[in-house]
T-cell receptor, first 118, second 112 residues
Framework: GAGVSQSPRYKVAKRGQDVALRCDPISGHVSLFWYQQALGQGPEFLTYFQNEAQLDKSGLPSDRFFAERPEGSVSTLKIQRTQQEDSAVYLC????????????????FGEGSRLTVL | DAKTTQPNSMESNEEEPVHLPCNHSTISGTDYIHWYRQLPSQGPEYVIHGLTSNVNNRMASLAIAEDRKSSTLILHRATLRDAAVYYCILRTLIQGAQKLVFGQGTRLTINP
């Protein structure tokens, strides 16, 4: 497809279970972002990759959250020992813009992965 | 990160213009003003961005105050498909970090 693809679209996990959320960015896009969106709130930044390098992980809420992009394309967000407060929509976005463009470029978002922790 | 202030909600009628305000009194000289919108059950989508001058594209217009402490997103002729949450965001490139920092946004309702 032409857009950012995320899977699974819906995931129900029992508390304590590990989950992995996948993001396929638009081909050739350099930058990749992960956001967390709780119900009724705006998206909250989690982490940012430039190719395979994770340049900013300041938004990851705890060490249970881990993201990788080993070959500079597909990315996985892993949450270990899930807790109820992890329930949210996890959004992935990519951008074709290399670093240095002042306005930052347009982000293309996927539809998100909705995680429910019971 | 510089903050923006938007009304929680607004309502308008179909085929009428809509003016969505945003205050950003702490904006710095290098901050770009971005607008994204999020339709129900979808990820945010880019609408428009600007620095100092007013901007127009096929989706909307962006009017930026002379002191840059406020801006207004203008939808010239609203349709039902424009019902969404609209986010006004300030974005600064710092050491390669390009993240968008979203606020609560304005929920726009369009009446038929």
């Amino acid at each position: 497809g032409a857009g950012v693809s995320q899977s699974p679209r819906y995931k129900v996990a029992k508390r304590g279970q590990d989950v992995a959320l996948r993001c396929d960015p638009i081909s050739g896009h350099v930058s990749l972002f992960w956001y967390q969106q709780a119900l009724g709130q705006g998206p909250e930044f989690l982490t940012y990759f430039q190719n395979e390098a994770q340049l900013d992980k300041s938004g990851l809420p705890s060490d249970r959250f881990f993201a990788e992009r080993p070959e500079g394309s597909v990315s996985t967000l892993k949450i270990q020992r899930t807790q109820q407060e992890d329930s949210a929509v996890y959004l992935c976005a990519s951008s074709p813009v290399p670093p240095g463009l002042a306005w930052g470029g347009e982000l293309f978002f996927g539809e998100g992965s909705r995680l429910t922790v019971l | 990160d510089a903050k923006t202030t938007q009304p929680n909600s607004m309502e308008s009628n179909e085929e009428e213009p809509v003016h969505l305000p945003c205050n950003h009194s702490t904006i710095s000289g290098t901050d770009y003003i971005h607008w994204y919108r999020q339709l129900p059950s979808q990820g945010p989508e880019y609408v428009i961005h600007g620095l100092t001058s007013n901007v127009n594209n096929r989706m909307a217009s962006l009017a930026i105050a002379e002191d840059r402490k406020s801006s207004t997103l203008i939808l010239h002729r609203a349709t039902l498909r424009d019902a969404a949450v609209y986010y006004c965001i300030l974005r600064t490139l710092i050491q390669g970090a390009q993240k968008l920092v979203f606020g609560q946004g304005t929920r726009l309702t369009i009446n038929p």
